[in-house]
Nanobody
């Protein structure tokens, strides 16, 4: 069973940057697409970005397009989320997710697209 560990969260001023990491351990050989979601207090968990197994295809939610970049290092079993131009409404707990079923050519924006989740890392953007 794979395990996911996020890191890199913290407090940043509006306009600043952070890079989140998600390291996968355990049975990593059967991991396909991976993604980032976020959840603000009293709100539902929402899609942020996803990347396919080979790192060739990426998908983004509209609010983060042009500001966030997802990437993948297969050798390290790690994905990253580079977040630039952070805004107060980006404040949330950020969760990494992994899919162990075959990819189907979608955008992997649904919670049900994923099989494993990390514990989350908090990002707070001060105005």
């Amino acid at each position: 069973q794979a395990q996911l560990l996020e890191s890199g969260g913290g407090l940043v001023q509006a306009g600043g940057s952070l890079r989140l990491s998600c390291a996968e351990s355990g049975r990593t050989y059967n991991t396909y697409a991976m993604g980032w979601f976020r959840q603000a207090p009293d709100k539902e968990r929402e899609f942020v970005a996803a990347i396919d197994r080979n790192g060739a295809l990426t998908y983004y939610a509209d609010p983060v397009k042009g500001r966030f970049t997802i990437s993948r290092d297969g050798a390290k079993n790690t994905i990253y989320l580079q977040m630039n131009g952070l805004r107060p409404d980006d404040t949330a707990a950020y969760y990494c997710a992994a899919r162990t079923r075959n990819e189907y050519g979608g955008t992997y924006a649904r919670l049900t697209d994923y099989d494993y989740w990390g514990q989350g890392t908090q990002v707070t953007v001060a105005s």
